[in-house]
């Protein structure tokens, strides 16, 4: 449970928000497939990459992304820029 930045209601929260600068890079976690790369409502600007074994990995509020839908990534390889969109 967490208070939300933005609404102030408390609210249990899923993900884990990294604190960085606008525009610093993203990179991927592990090589895989761009299953999506774009606008996606609250989440804003997102990148979601199918890993291996099953694992699935979610980069929410972008500023820029970088890659495409149906693109494979490997591992360390910039797929995006923090930024602020959606609900951020």
Do not use: C, N
Request: aromatic share 8%; charged share 25%.
């Amino acid at each position: 449970m967490r208070r939300h930045p933005v609404t102030g209601k408390r609210k249990f929260h899923r993900g884990i928000d990294i604190p960085s600068w606008k525009g610093a890079p993203i990179k991927a976690t592990a090589d895989g497939l761009v299953i999506h790369a774009g606008w996606a409502g609250t989440f804003g600007k997102m990148v979601v990459i199918r890993h291996r074994h099953g694992y699935m990995t979610k980069y929410a509020h972008a500023d820029t992304v970088l890659v495409h839908k149906g693109e494979y990534v490997k591992k360390g390889q910039i797929i995006a820029q923090i930024g602020r969109s959606g609900l951020s």
